[in-house]
């Protein structure tokens, strides 16, 4: 109880002036409620026949003195309604009510809870409630906080009074016998008792059945049959608690008497109070009865568990089904007339249990008839509309066991009319043209939507033309069958659109066979799709809605002269006299330029590009047919001649002023006339023009050290000097300009890679025209290594070859002389065509290594010398010319020789392994050379590992020697 008592002080805050606190979350399904006192009292044993019935005042226990110094005897008594639990599952039920005082708090105190008769207008010491049984006892004071709370688990009673439908409760709070004289135990209480509870209404269960059949559930005399597959068990409850709504159910299911093999499991929830599993029924041999039930649960309690449904597994399947029909015989010949409807009968072929059938064209079953009884033959009406037929049938059984399926294959008379249909619009008259093939067929029959067959002659060539009239939009059925005499020869169905939507023509602008040209008048037609059209209204290339009258016959006229080249779109709909407004057309249509379109990369029509004297290519295009050349002026010069192409040409063109250029350009075609001109403005920048031929723009040239010359060119009038940087030097230099404005300066640049120099012109009062940013690359003169040796990792060893790559930006090179470790130089020719020029050289020492390399000229002049450092291993070397490495030789037996020799001095014996296999040994002689003999096994690649041991017992690098066995 002491657990009890510590977990009152925590309740301190929820107990007040006897009001009842409710709380409920929506995420449980519980509900926790503070449930205060109804009614109140206590007696005194100085006043036996007294009553104190809901007085005001604390709650006295045990012994007490009065102001006189009088001896009282008291115990109290608590009244709870608690009708509100009934039907409940209570999960927690605490008394808890606070101390006022107590006479002594050093010792641990026992005090008394009872259930008791109810409190009534005369309860006194003498005539107190009936005692019913002692809920608990607690211990007062002691280790506990003390004036502090005591607390009772009265859940157990609480859970009976719920169960038995009590509407209250009513407490006895006392000491216990031997300690209610005693002054030193008595207390006093606060009278405000709380119950604190958590309650849960369980689950019901409204509802267990099968998914399908919908809800199914069968009885044990008539259980419901099932295949030996999944089913889904469902299982629907229901709850009191207004929150609850996620539930899940439990089910157990175990063959009819043998409830050994129950199994349960939990199945998921799928809202609205419903859960489901699905349940392995082939786990069950054929002919087993079995029950199952469920129960559902709310996250706190189970429902109790329904009424069991039962099942019985069938896991025979029935025989495939036979189909025959007399009209459709399948014995490979043509027969009946497309469109013309035959019966299929489809017999259950000696299964009793079929209870229906599915059916579908060319594998597809997805049609169901049912059977009229158990075993039963249906027959089908069925129209084939193809020369070749076939219906997939198979059969089910009342376990939804499915039949192998059959295929019934049939051939059909070519018979059907050929139907084409001319549409007019709504009101208005449209056509069916039908004809036939078949001889002797004497008329046709047609049918518009719902309405009745009309018949018409056909002709003696076997057609007809039958004029209809469809008097609304949407989606009309049409049916044509052909007769010969009273006998259906052939039938023909289709579904047709029947639109409103007015007609556009024109040709002017006819995409693709016509485009329409700019300034170029043409005209639209407009045609009605429904009758009683008195105008039509229509946008243009997405302008405003505009209105059209149309004349008596419905028709109109737009014209239109197009002012820009695009892709248009024309809507157009139409307005009758009642109001109507149809569908709208969409007519799409190209219009071109006859003026050519003039383009440039380099000089934009927005902005100042390029500069005086500065190259441009300028593209001239036109989409007009037939032409012959292009005739363009650069500003006030002559009118020149650029071929075309396929409707284009490019040239290029060198501005000879700053500022404002104008290009003109027109057509001229292949019968002589001209376009009209398109004239093309574009800006080029005044900033000054640099040249060089030492280091030219955007190329690669010279090395650092080599002077350059360039040129500064004006790009203005008036210019008397140039203002330059060098892009890493940061230092601005000045140069006067010549009398024709222009200035030569030598510059040497002292790093390779990009530069970039920036230009400045000034004139004479002191305007600074805008920079020119001139940029080169300036060309490294030094040798670049590349290698698989490098200095951190050690490769090979003595006596190995290292090849290293070395290439150089300076063109002029024909030679590469090299040197290793110092020694002597040598020297190999450049590869001409190729980026990279290959030099192998042997090593002749283990470790640090410097590989040294320089170009020459074919004038003597050398490049700075590059040194590669790099390492050598200790790797030995291996031979052979049998296998060479990394080529297919030899063969599967055929014995090879190999030769290891040391890459480091002292070695005395090898170790080697192919692939996989063990390790062997063989000695070195003198000079640290040792050969073995190896015979393939099987063909394809193997791998050779080979180190050495010296003498002291140092391994060196492995070696792994790579080499392909031919097949035989």
């Not at 300690?179 to 405000?192: D, I, M, N, Q």
């Not at 295949?227 to 009819?256: E, I, T």
Request: aromatic share 12%; hydrophobic share 35%; charged share 20%.
């Amino acid at each position: 109880m002491r657990a009890r008592r510590l977990l009152a002080a925590s309740l301190g805050t929820v107990l007040g002036a006897g009001l009842i606190s409710v709380n409920t979350s929506p995420a449980q399904a519980y509900e926790q409620r503070d449930t205060g006192k109804s009614g109140w009292a206590y007696t005194d044993s100085h006043l036996p026949k007294k009553s104190f019935v809901n007085p005001s005042g604390d709650a006295p226990i045990g012994a007490w003195t009065d102001a006189a110094g009088a001896r009282h005897k008291s115990r109290s008594y608590f009244t709870f309604d608690v009708a509100r639990f009934r039907g409940t599952v209570i999960h927690k039920a605490d008394l808890v009510i606070e101390e006022r005082s107590a006479a002594d708090c050093a010792t641990a105190q026992p005090v008394e809870l009872w259930r008791t008769d109810p409190i009534t207008a005369t309860t006194s010491w003498n005539s107190s409630p009936r005692r019913r049984e002692l809920l608990g006892t607690v211990q007062a004071g002691g280790e506990a906080a003390c004036p502090g709370y005591l607390v009772w688990d009265i859940m157990p009673a609480l859970q009976k009074l719920a169960d038995q439908g009590k509407q209250t409760l009513t407490v006895e709070i006392r000491l216990p016998h031997g300690f209610e004289a005693k002054l030193s135990h008595g207390r006093k209480l606060r009278p405000f008792p709380v119950i604190h509870s958590e309650s849960n209404h369980a689950p019901t269960v409204g509802q267990i059945g099968l998914e399908f059949p919908s809800w199914a559930c069968g009885t044990s005399a008539k259980p419901q049959p099932v295949g030996p597959r999944y089913y889904s068990l469902m299982v629907r409850g229901a709850d009191a608690d207004p929150y609850d709504y996620d539930y899940s159910g439990q089910f157990a299911a175990w063959p009819v008497g043998d409830e050994n093999q129950r199994a349960e499991q939990f199945g998921s929830s799928y809202g609205g109070a419903l859960s489901k599993i699905d349940w392995d029924m082939s786990q069950y041999p054929d002919g087993t009865v079995v029950a199952w039930t469920a129960r559902a649960y709310d996250g706190h309690d189970f429902s109790a568990w329904a009424k069991p449904c039962y099942v019985k597994v069938d896991a025979q399947r029935p025989a495939t089904p036979v189909v025959v029909s007399a009209k459709y015989p399948d014995d490979g010949q043509p027969h009946g007339g497309s469109g013309v409807p035959g019966t299929f009968t489809f017999k259950a072929n000696g299964s009793p249990d079929v209870v229906g059938y599915y059916w579908g064209r060319f594998g597809e079953t997805y049609n169901y008839i049912p059977a009229p009884a158990p075993g039963a033959d249906v027959t089908l009406e069925y129209t084939p509309t193809s020369f070749f037929e076939s219906l997939s049938v198979r059969s089910v059984d009342s376990a939804s066991n499915s039949s192998e399926t059959v295929r019934y294959e049939f051939r059909v008379k070519s018979t059907a009319p050929q139907v084409r249909v001319t549409m007019g619009g709504v009101g208005l008259p449209s056509k069916l043209a039908v004809s036939t093939n078949v001889e002797g067929v004497t008329e046709f029959g047609y049918r518009i939507g719902d309405g009745g067959e009309t018949r018409v002659p056909a002709g003696a060539d076997g057609t007809a033309e039958i004029p209809v009239v469809f008097d609304r939009t949407g989606n009309v059925k049409i049916e044509v069958r052909s007769y010969a005499g009273s006998e259906l020869v052939g039938g023909y169905t289709e579904t047709v659109s029947v639109r409103d939507t007015p007609t556009v023509a024109s040709d002017d602008f006819a995409f693709p066979e016509h485009d329409g040209v700019v300034d170029r008048p043409g005209t639209f037609t407009f045609r009605p799709g429904r009758t009683g059209v008195v105008a039509y209204e229509y946008t243009l290339g997405g302008g405003d809605l505009q209105r059209l009258d149309a004349a008596a016959d419905g028709t109109a006229v737009l014209r239109w002269t197009p002012t820009e080249p695009n892709w248009y779109v024309l809507n157009v709909r139409s307005i009758s006299a009642d109001g109507t407004v149809s569908e709208a057309a969409q007519y799409e249509f190209n219009v071109i330029d006859i003026k050519p379109g003039v383009y440039s990369s380099t000089y934009y029509e927005y902005g100042a590009w390029g500069g005086v004297g500065i190259p441009g290519e300028f593209d001239f295009g036109t989409a007009m047919p037939d032409v012959d050349v292009f005739l363009y002026r650069l500003n006030d010069g002559p009118e020149q001649i650029a071929n075309a192409e396929y409707g284009s040409a490019r040239v290029t063109l060198a501005p000879d002023r700053s500022g404002s250029n104008t290009l003109t350009v027109r057509t001229r075609f292949l019968d002589g006339s001209f376009s009209p001109s398109r004239t093309y403005t574009f800006e080029v920048s005044d900033a000054p023009v640099v040249a060089s031929s030492d280091y030219p723009e955007n190329g690669d040239a010279g090395q650092p050290g080599q002077p350059g010359r360039f040129t500064f060119n004006p790009g203005r009038s008036g210019v008397t000097e140039y203002r330059y940087v060098l892009e890493y030097t940061g230092e601005e230099q000045v140069v006067a300009a010549g009398a024709d404005g222009r200035a030569t300066v030598e510059i040497t640049p002292t790093h390779s890679g990009y530069t970039l120099l920036t230009v400045t012109s000034r004139t004479a009062d002191g305007t600074v025209s805008p920079e020119r940013r001139y940029y080169f690359r300036v060309r490294d003169p030094r040798v670049n290594v590349s290698s698989a040796y490098d200095e951190y990792s050690p490769r090979g060893g003595i006596g190995s070859v290292g090849r290293f790559g070395v290439y150089t930006e300076i063109s002029e090179v024909t030679t590469f002389e090299y040197q290793l470790n110092g020694g002597a130089w040598q020297s190999v020719p450049k590869e001409p065509d190729a980026l990279v020029t290959d030099i192998s050289v042997t090593m002749d020492r283990n470790g640090a290594n410097v590989f040294s390399v320089r170009g020459r000229t074919a004038s003597g002049d050398y490049t700075p010398q590059t040194d590669y450092p790099f390492l050598v291993g200790t790797a030995p070397k291996v031979a052979s010319s049998t296998y060479p490495a990394d080529e297919w030789a030899g063969g599967v037996g055929v014995p090879g020789e190999f030769t290891f020799t040391q890459g480091s001095p002292g070695v005395v014996e090898f170790e080697y392994t192919v692939d996989d296999g063990q390790p062997l040994t063989v000695a070195a002689n003198a000079a640290g050379v040792a050969t073995v003999t190896y015979t393939p096994t099987s063909f394809s690649s193997h791998t050779m590992r080979v180190r050495g041991r010296t003498a002291d017992g140092a391994w060196t690098d492995m070696t792994s020697y790579y080499f392909l066995v031919n097949f035989s």
